[in-house]
């Protein structure tokens, strides 16, 4: 079974402008989460989708968006992007049943570097 | 407010020599907690999950633990292939999602050989 992808795996920008990440979870799975991963304050939970509906929000500033497709992809949108948007974007995937046992497992994460 | 510690911050073992690594948590209620490991520049790979006090599993040289306050990942005679950086994550009941996941900073294991 093909694990989580995410496209692009590299990115660069400058300040200003914004970006646009792609996440395919595993197959079957329906729950998508997003993770931001940066040296100094760790991996913070961005948001979740699940049927194609936003179930779960973190701190972040609403430049930062995302959607789910019907097919279960998702992606994520950072709008002007800051200095400090500069990080290691890691996309989770788990069944999404709710039920109180599920695992999430991650895709190899967008490097993004905002110059 | 719910938070996770882990414990040493980096970790330093000659190949065989055996250790733990410690993750305490607070938490208002414990879904679940979920070990990782992260290689450099990959996304965390999937280890173990624990979801009450008393729970152990093992895999391979790693087996981790759980009690109300606090699990520990044990480490027996580790090879340098272990070398990564272990984190720990929590999450919390509550709410009708699936409910986030809340990691610590890691620990960061370098097995000499």
């Known amino acids: 079974k093909a694990g989580v992808t995410q496209t692009p795996r590299y990115l660069i920008k400058t300040r200003g402008q914004q970006v646009t990440l792609s996440c395919s979870p595993i197959s079957g799975h329906r729950s998508v989460s997003w993770y931001q991963q940066t040296p100094g304050q760790g991996l913070q939970f961005l948001f979740e989708y699940f049927s194609e509906t936003q179930r779960n929000k973190g701190n972040f500033p609403g430049r930062f968006s995302g959607r789910q497709f019907s097919n279960s992809r998702s992606e994520m949108n950072v709008s002007t992007l800051e200095l400090g948007d500069s990080a290691l974007y890691l996309c989770?995937?788990?069944?999404?049943?709710?039920?109180?046992?599920?695992?999430?497992?991650f895709g190899p994460g967008t490097r993004l570097l905002v110059l | 407010e719910d938070q996770v510690t882990q414990s040493p911050e980096a970790l330093r073992l000659q190949e065989g020599e055996s250790s733990s690594l410690n993750c305490s948590y607070t938490?208002?209620?414990?879904?679940?907690l979920f070990w990782y490991r992260q290689d450099p520049g990959k996304g965390p790979e999937f280890l173990f999950t624990l979801y009450s006090a008393g729970e152990e599993k093992e895999k391979e040289r790693l087996k981790a633990t759980l009690t109300k306050k606090e699990s520990f990942l044990h480490i027996t005679a580790p090879k340098p292939e272990d070398s990564a950086t272990y984190l720990c994550a929590v999450q919390a009941l509550g709410g009708g999602s699936q409910g986030n996941l809340i990691f610590g900073k890691g620990t960061k294991l370098s097995v000499k050989p």
């Open positions: 938490v208002s209620g414990l879904r679940g």
């Open positions: 989770a995937s788990s069944p999404g049943l709710a039920g109180p046992k599920e695992t999430q497992y």
